[in-house]
Antibody, heavy 122, light 107 residues
Framework: EEQLVESGGGLVQPGGSLRLSCAAS????????MHWVRQAPGKGLVWVSR????????SYADSVKGRFTISRDNANNTLYLQMNSLRAEDTAVYYC???????????????WGQGTLVTVSS | EIVLTQSPATLSLSPGERATLSCRAS??????LAWYQQKPGQAPRLLIY???NRATGVPARFSGSGSGTDFTLTISSLEPEDFAVYYC?????????FGGGTKVEIK
């Protein structure tokens, strides 16, 4: 079964940092682009970042550019999101999601992890 | 940036009824549109991609149509497990964007 499991969320003060992890299993992780998507409480979905299969190409939403860094460890089938200079508006459930197509960029998200909640508050 | 507008915000229907959900793009996105289903407390699930292709395991009662700026997700006969929030998403232009969602609730 293809599975993504996020971890690392929690409560952090404004200006603080947090690193999210996403453990992948059931598929060849190193063959897929990966994404992070977030959802503020009671709100809709917002794409955050993506990374190519070998980690050499990354993209970010303007709202997080310069503050967040996406990376991956293909040897350990794990995706990361390093979040620095956190703001109250970054409060959300963060989902990792696999790109639908293997070995190419599709920008459709399938499957998704269960999400991890990040709360930025003093 | 492409804005996706979903309507209605809420759709109140009974099991067995037909659901028709709309997604309108602020500029043409050809057929680069997907639909996701999200149940309370769960992650979204891909239903439809490239406007009309069903994702793996998605029941045939779900169908997508449209091109250009106007798209429709149709659920031919609602099952109890279909009551959820549905989002559309475009990949035509940067940045990737989602619509605000349509909640399908039990009448």
């Amino acid at each position: 079964e293809e599975q993504l499991v996020e971890s690392g969320g929690g409560l952090v003060q404004p200006g603080g940092s947090l690193r999210l992890s996403c453990a992948a299993s059931g598929f060849t992780f190193s063959s897929y682009w990966m994404h992070w998507v977030r959802q503020a409480p009671g709100k809709g979905l917002v794409w955050v970042s993506r990374i190519n299969s070998d980690g050499t190409s990354t993209s970010y939403a303007d709202s997080v550019k310069g503050r967040f860094t996406i990376s991956r460890d293909n040897a350990n089938n794990t995706l990361y999101l390093q979040m620095n200079s956190l703001r109250a508006e970054d409060t959300a459930v963060y989902y990792c999601a696999r790109d639908r197509a293997s070995r190419s960029l599709n920008n459709w998200f399938d499957p998704w992890g269960q999400g991890t909640l990040v709360t930025v508050s003093s | 940036e492409i804005v996706l507008t979903q309507s209605p915000a809420t759709l109140s229907l009974s099991p067995g009824e037909r659901a028709t959900l709309s997604c309108r793009a602020s500029q043409t996105i050809t057929s680069y549109l997907a639909w996701y289903q999200q149940k309370p407390g769960q992650a979204p699930r891909l239903l439809i991609y490239d406007a009309f292709n069903r994702a793996t395991g998605v029941p045939a009662r779900f169908s997508g149509s449209g091109s250009g700026t106007d798209f429709t997700l149709t659920i031919s006969s609602l099952e109890p497990e279909d009551f959820a929030v549905y989002y559309c998403q475009q990949r035509s232009n940067w940045p990737l964007s989602f619509g605000g969602g349509t909640k399908v609730e039990i009448k």
